[in-house]
């Protein structure tokens, strides 16, 4: 697969539009449309933030590694496709940031505050 399929397979995975998946890199659309095509490809960091994104490694995204994530994990459970919008991708990638600069207990303790607020 090409890095384009690769972003393309990624992001359907997730359920993302294209336009959704731009807007969350403050880019557009057009550019989603153009890597997806193989027409042109993402710089390096925006390829750590797909990475991220995705769950999988820049090495996947871009043919080092052909082993997906899922297909490491023996026994995992099926994903469950939702969607959501680039503020709430947002978030989510800093609820998982705070769990890489801080820790589970920082991420239980957002948490908390999130759940007190509903």
Known sequence: ??????????R???????ATL????KLT???????EKDLSEPDTA??????????????YLIGHD?????????????TKKISLSADEYELIMCYREIGR??????QRALTTVAEKML
């Open 46 to 59: 925006t390829l750590k933030k797909l990475a991220d994104l995705f769950g999988v490694s820049v090495d």
């Open 12 to 18: 359907l995975k997730i359920n993302m539009p294209q």
């Open 101 to 106: 600069k801080r820790g589970a207990d920082a």
């Open 66 to 78: 052909e082993i997906t994530p899922e297909e490491r994990t023996s026994g995992a459970s099926e």
């Open 22 to 25: 731009g807007e969350y890199l």
């Open 29 to 35: 659309q057009q550019a989603v449309g153009r890597w």
């Open 1 to 10: 697969m090409t890095i384009g399929e690769r972003i393309k397979a990624e």
